[in-house]
């Protein structure tokens, strides 16, 4: 039995493969302008990629923010849910999920199952987001893949006190003409949205273990923040991405 | 198809309240006699949502709501226009939007009804909130009307013997001050005849909230937005009293013949705060379609919480209790048990909690009432981020999200 999950995001459109209660392809595109093009797309490369045929997949659950345009999808649940049972299946001792996508982040409290028992979402704001380190990466030109090491080496990191994406990149460019290291100030970046992430944490009542997904838990410097701030170590996969994509397919298994 | 499409309709049509026609009509001809008061010879006085308007009536003044002004602004989508334009007019943008569109609306006699009656007086009751205080002192020297200002303490426990002192003595200017304005003295008798039906007014409005415990809902939380309208505005009079027994009279025909607000009535939610007006209809069908019926909420519960409080033989003493006592003057922990009363009586699933950009004094606590109502009862709670009037404050696809994971979490733990 294969069932497929597509998690489109804001920026990436993930999708999984599950057969037989175990994770057998994974796929990641650009979602591009067009979300029902970028699931029609990936729909289709994953099944090459697996060397399937559409008739071989039972069911197809669509997720994430596009999760209503993908055409081919037998039903869409929340990525909030999906996370849960994502979570769950990456690391079953999961309790408590902080997924910082393209344009959301949130907190999750799962039970034993995976099921959502509360959940906190960021409001109309990208600051805290990968939006957001994306528009830093790119006022301090820097590749966004260097910012968790880069991050590591800052001593002294800066204080980014503006809540606002805009306003924040301007007392960035700021701290840069006051030649402050970039190191430091990726550091603060990186401390600014463990801050926006802890007051979502303290609303749920997070409790451990914690486990990060979505793609900014690729940041090494992001879960660093956040380990801090907690007070315990992330458990981070290395499907963390794909987390969605793959509790979409298993709720369609 | 065709057949089937029908069978649609007539079952819409089998839920829509008939009563609605009748309460458009009341509000037209109300709108249209406080519009030709002039004409007619009448005072207009403007009023706060929360404050005494017996008193007004006693005295054949018509009261108008700049608030209720807000909730047409709202919900004709022209709130997002008006507050631009206060905030040209050097207003903040963090102030309460209803005053932002109302002072907007104002000069330019804007707004879906071309801006509201002059009034010849205001009446500022500061038991829903401080920003009133400014809003009324603005427009009052907009029209260069008198203002009267009831200043009622905030009680977050007990209500003190010089608490109700305090307010008891602005009831006596209050009433001076009406002489003044009116030319005539105050009729003691009106006034107890008035009293009486607002309390039978209240009621009947409170009967009509409770048939909303039934299963199904005869209505539901958005359609109680809509006939509000009359306990607020022409609370105290007959008109008022023979509409909701007429309403009431309906919701029990529904429930004999089984009629709910929400087909597959399958979750039973709460809201807390004032509505989305801008977002009602989009609202309401989204949860519809999730089998999910609002049937209770703490906005228009608000208008006969306080019965408990007032004195049929004495309506102006015990007045003064009512009026400080309401839902947005009490303590945090008093707001959670009227939630926890509700819950109980209306049998809820969850909370929707309206965290209104607008309304500080509504949306303060919220998070500690989720939290409370949580740990004693174990219902979970969502939070939507938007503002009651402005509609720049809401964004759909978020709000969307948080809906549909809230309902899957709901359905999780609540297998049908």
Known sequence: MISMGIDIGSITTKAALIKDGALFATQLAHTGYNSKAAGDKIFKQLLAAADLKPSDVRRVVSTGYGRKSVSMADRNVTEITCHGVGARFLDPETRSVIDIG????????IDKDGKVIDFAMNDKCAAGTGRFLEVMARALEVDLADFG?????????SSISSLCTVFA???????????????NIIAGIHESIGSRVMAMAGRVGIKGPVMMTGGVAKNIGVIKAFEEKIGETLRVSENAQLTGAIGAALIGA | MAGHGEKEDSKKQRRK??????????????????????????????ITSGGPVEPLIAMDVIPVYPENHGAMIGASKMGGDLCEKSEQMGYSPDLCSYACADIAAAPINGGPIGGLPEPDMLICCNNICGSVLKWYEIQARHFNAPLFILDTPISHVDFSKEAHDYVRNQIRDYIAFLEKECGKSFDYDRMNDVGRLSIEGQRLW??????????????????AFFHLALIVTLRGTQEATDYYKTLLAEMKTRIKDGIGAVENETYRLLWDNLPIWSKTKWLSEKFSSLNACLVADTYTSAWCGTMKYIDETDFLESMAQAYSRVHLNIGTDQMAETVIEMIDKYHIDGLVVHSNRSCKPYSFGQYDILDIVRKKRGVPGMVIEADMVDERSFSESQVETRIDAFMEMIGAAKPV
């Open chain 1, 102 to 109: 393209g344009q959301d982040s949130k907190v999750i409290l």
């Open chain 1, 149 to 157: 090491r880069m991050s590591l080496e800052g001593e002294n990191p």
């Open chain 1, 169 to 183: 990149e301007s007392e960035i460019i700021s701290l840069i003409s006051k030649g402050e290291k970039r190191e």
């Open chain 2, 17 to 46: 309240i008939k009563s609605v026609a009748k309460m458009k009509e009341i509000m037209t001809t109300y709108y249209i006699e406080a519009k030709t008061a002039r004409e007619t010879g009448k005072k207009v006085a403007w």
């Open chain 2, 206 to 223: 409170q009967a009509v909230l409770d048939t909303t415990a039934n299963r199904p809902s005869p209505m539901s939380a958005f359609d």
